[in-house]
Nanobody, 121 residues
């Protein structure tokens, strides 16, 4: 069974940086479809970034500021977040599919419990 555990959230001032981590256990796809979502209070969950054997893709709102990457040796997914804005404040979730490719959509089969990111102005 795939389990995902996020960490690295916290509080930061606008313009600052954070790196989120998602430790995956039971996930055997070394370059499989994984991604990050976020959900702010009162808003729908939105895909932020995803990565697979085909490469990475970002939401327009984070393009140029966030970078998704993975360390296969550690079975860990990362989200480097730079130039953070107050509107980036949300609960951030890691997700994964057991597939090599995302097929144009965000993964949704397995989810972590989330890590809170708060950006103050």
């Amino acid at each position: 069974q795939v389990q995902l555990v996020e960490s690295g959230g916290g509080s930061v001032q606008a313009g600052g940086s954070l790196r989120l981590s998602c430790a995956a256990s039971g996930y055997t796809y070394s370059n499989g479809c994984m991604g990050w979502f976020r959900q702010a209070p009162g808003k729908e969950r939105e895909g932020v970034a995803r990565i697979s054997r085909a490469g990475s893709k970002y939401a327009d709102s984070v393009k140029g500021r966030f970078t998704i990457s993975r360390d296969n040796a550690k079975n860990t997914l990362y989200l480097q977040m730079n130039s953070l804005k107050p509107e980036d404040t949300a609960m951030y979730y890691c997700a994964a599919n057991e597939a090599d490719f995302c097929f144009g959509t965000y993964p949704s089969a397995y989810w972590g419990q989330g890590t809170q990111v708060t950006v103050s102005s």
